[in-house]
């Protein structure tokens, strides 16, 4: 008896504990208490899809609030630099700033610590809050806190990579059969490095050659590759980098787990020179153009039907790489050769100097939620949040479309997680501007102007100098 | 009796002729010590600090400016922006001469074609870059395509080394040569036709007759056209911003003062680089302006 009423007691409390976990995860607009600061807030935004998407819930917000809301788009070109002059002149342009993850130790004095106004205006306090971002995942919040630890933003886009390729060719039995008989090995998405490069020059072919036993009346390319000037091509030679185990830098913490310093061990010297070389051998399979391109000209590559993959691409793409169907192709999602793409994403985060930082606190909750994240991944969002993803129906009509990335993305992001604690872009403080090198860098090794060993020079001096200049935590030489 | 009532100071001072000048001008001046002194001289300051837009700005003394004396990636730009500007201008004027002289005639359409010779200076300039971005993609660009049609091979105008460059002055060229051509062309028609009427009927030839009268006649308009035209080609950055963003070899002067000082926020090092731009623009700006009223004197 006495046994069964105690096992009773912890069914029943365990059944609480999870319906308390359950009610205080599960947000709604119904859930915001009232805010008697009206103040109105203004909202920076990425312009272009994800703005268009976000808006409806913004008028949403302000609706139900009664706190007005405006906003700025703005191009990702120029998201940084305008947002960085309003947060460090204090002069409060901006209520809630849109973060890519690899500036948010670089702001970290101007945006509020979310647990901070959690325990001041959420009933539910700091703990609450915790268990609110739980369904995260856990590598993007980690990206979305500063290296001491304290979140700062609440994740709601991310642009992690993923390996797009075209499902049709690489299941084509004669193109499987020519393959085997070239490499010896399966055709299938690759693994390893030399299996991107094999399949990569596999597919590049002249016009007149076959496809899919098809003449070819075009160069067809085995990648599409971003090699422009543009803030991407250094993302990409991150993947290449980070998949083989090397870092731009090391992180060292001391026994505290405070960051003491970072260094470029010569391990990861040469690491750095071999991605580099890597992606100039990649680059010989890349259609023209690829020397000036962005996402936009990679993905149109693909969708236009001269390329067989876009290795290192953002999952938001997925959706348009799907219109590939139009000229007979079908795409498919693998995780990234090495299993550690650049994993980025947006968090709106309150800047400390807005005037109404309840009513920023309370947007940021409720389009970070679990419900808000879930009724735009079933419109095609990229979101941060795994459990929303976990909830994409995937019976809908444009399943396919809206879920087709995510398997991948998930599975990469857990192989990730423990990592990103170990990676310069989420450590220095330096890094809005140390991307801004790694991307001219990046760019010259893969046009040519530096040979691998050079651009590793290049990025040594560079480092130095940012580092030193632009963040406290010194450089080990 | 009438009462006379004496005038305001305000009025006073307007029909007063030396401090009526003062007083007109004032705005101006106003608004020049506002815009462009106090913003220059605030720059210079700043080049001699090492703000990075945190804390307050530290003199560095003359650390920025050795430290771009000895940067190649400065030197380099430069370099670029000079060589740029020599070209367009050269360019600029030569077809521009050209052009201005078959449009100093009347003909039937004349009208129409002078209206579209006038479209690209109309067109803001970054819309510009964008349009030419996509206008010369290899791939995907609507001029390849033409010349598809002629049997030449698809051309990386703004992908391939050396050539991103050159697509860069032809983009400006193509924006800008309507300054020049209707400069000249209104130069051309304001010069006194009886000396030419008379040296034609004296058999000189039309050759002898532009190089001899025309041009001398000519040379103000052509100063103030490489006046003007310097000191925007030193600033040259739509171009860049809508196509290669600096990439492929391409990074002109004022791209990298834009990087440095609102990509990097490196305040100091920025209008550093600023200054030099400056000093190089007075120094062109001053030689030609030199020749400019040696040339209006001799005219």
């Known amino acids: 008896m006495n046994s069964i009423i105690k096992h009773s007691k912890v069914i029943g409390l365990s059944s609480l504990v999870f319906a308390v976990s359950t009610a205080i995860s599960a947000f709604t607009l119904d859930d915001i208490p009232e ?57 409060g342009a901006y209520d809630v700033v849109v973060t890519e993850t690899s500036w948010t130790n670089e ?7 979310l647990e901070d106004l959690a325990n001041k205006y959420d009933p539910v306090g700091a703990e609450g809050f915790k268990k609110y971002v739980s369904g995260q995942d856990a590598g993007i919040l980690r990206m979305a806190s500063t290296r001491d630890g304290s979140l700062v933003g609440a994740p709601y886009y991310t642009y992690t990579q993923q390996n797009i390729y075209r499902k049709d060719l690489l299941t084509d039995t004669g193109e499987m059969s020519a393959f085997k008989s070239k490499y010896g090995y399966d055709l299938s998405a690759p693994t390893t490095q030399q299996q991107l490069l094999d399949i990569a020059e596999f597919f590049t072919r002249k016009a007149g050659d076959k496809l899919k036993g098809e003449t070819l009346d075009k160069p067809f390319y085995g990648v599409s590759l971003m090699a422009g000037r543009y803030p991407h091509v250094q993302d990409e ?100 050769v090495g299993e550690r793409p650049y994993t980025g994403a947006f ?31 079933n419109k095609g969002w990229s979101s941060a949040r795994k459990d929303s993803l976990d909830a994409c129906d995937r019976n809908a009509e444009n399943a396919h479309r809206n879920c087709g990335w995510i398997d991948s993305v998930a599975s990469q992001w857990e192989a990730q997680a423990p990592e990103i604690e170990t990676y310069l872009h989420f450590n220095s403080g330096a890094f809005g501007k140390l991307y801004e090198q790694m991307t001219i860098i990046a760019h010259e090794n893969a046009v040519g102007i530096k040979s691998p060993a050079e651009s590793v020079k290049a990025w040594k001096k560079a480092f130095n100098r940012f580092q030193k200049k632009f963040d406290d935590v010194k450089v080990i030489n | 009796m009438l009462k006379v009532e004496k005038p305001s100071w305000l009025n006073r001072k307007l029909n007063d002729d030396k401090s009526s000048k003062w007083i007109l001008v004032s705005p101006l001046i106003l608004v020049l010590i506002v815009f462009m002194l106090y ?37 380099t730009a430069l370099w670029r922006t000079v060589y740029i500007t020599v070209v367009c201008l050269v360019i600029e004027i030569g077809l521009g001469m050209a052009i201005a002289i ?49 049997g030449i091979e698809p051309i990386g105008w703004f992908s391939t080394l050396g050539l991103a460059f050159w697509s860069i002055i032809m983009i400006s060229v193509w924006q800008w040569l309507p300054f020049s051509i209707f400069v000249l062309l209104a130069g051309l028609k304001s010069l006194p036709k009886d000396q030419f009427e008379a040296a034609q009927v004296d058999g000189v030839s039309k050759w002898t007759i532009f190089f001899k009268l025309q041009l001398p006649m ?82």
Not at chain 1, 107 to 113: G, Q, R, S
Not at chain 2, 43 to 58: A, K
Not at chain 2, 119 to 134: C, D, K, Q, R, V
């Open chain 1, 237 to 336: 030679v991150s993947a290449i980098l980070w998949g083989s185990g090397g870092r731009w830098a090391r992180t060292n913490r001391d026994s505290n787990g405070k960051v003491v310093s970072f260094e470029i061990t010569d391990d990861d010297a040469n690491k750095l020179e071999e991605a580099f070389a890597y992606y100039q051998k990649l680059m010989k399979f890349a259609p023209p153009g690829s020397e000036n391109a962005f996402w936009d000209f990679a993905t149109a590559q693909f969708v236009e039907g001269n390329t067989a993959m876009i290795p290192y691409m953002y999952c938001p793409l997925w959706n348009w790489s799907s219109d590939v169907e139009k000229v007979g192709g079908m795409n498919a999602a693998a995780a990234v």
């Open chain 2, 39 to 75: 913003p220059t001289f605030y720059s210079l300051y700043m080049s001699f600090t090492d703000y990075i837009m945190r804390g307050s700005p530290d003199f560095v003394g003359l650390d920025n400016y050795r430290f771009a004396l000895t940067d190649d990636v400065f030197w």
């Open chain 2, 218 to 299: 000519l040379t103000p308009l052509i100063i103030i056209i490489v006046l003007l035209r310097s000191m925007w080609l030193m600033r040259l950055f739509d171009p860049l911003y809508g196509t290669t963003r600096g990439g492929l070899d391409t990074e002109l002067l004022d791209w990298m003062i834009y990087r440095t000082t609102f990509v990097e926020f490196d305040i100091g090092l920025g209008t550093a680089y600023a200054m030099f731009a400056l000093y190089v623009t007075l120094i062109v700006c001053n030689l030609m302006y030199k020749r400019l009223m040696a040339a209006m004197e001799n005219n």
């Open chain 1, 35 to 91: 805010i008697k600061n009206k103040t109105p807030i203004n909202v920076a935004l990425e312009a272009g899809g994800s703005a268009d998407t976000i808006i409806p819930f913004l008028e949403a917000f302000s609706k139900k609030t009664g706190v007005p809301i405006t906003h700025e788009a703005m191009v990702f070109a120029t998201l940084y630099s305008k947002e960085n002059i309003e947060l460090q002149s204090g002069t």
């Open chain 1, 347 to 377: 968090h709106f985060a309150p800047s400390v100097d807005s005037k109404n930082l309840e009513a920023a606190y309370w947007l940021l909750k409720y389009i970070g939620s679990k419900e808000t994240q879930t009724e735009m991944v």
């Open chain 2, 102 to 150: 078959l449009l100093n005639r009347n003909f039937p359409g004349q009208d129409l074609i002078k209206g579209l010779c006038f479209i690209p200076l109309l067109i803001a300039p970054l819309s510009m870059s964008l349009m030419w971005n996509y206008m010369l993609h290899i791939q995907f660009g609507v001029v390849n395509d033409l010349i598809g049609l002629l």
């Open chain 1, 107 to 113: 702001w970290k004095d101007y945006l509020a610590p």
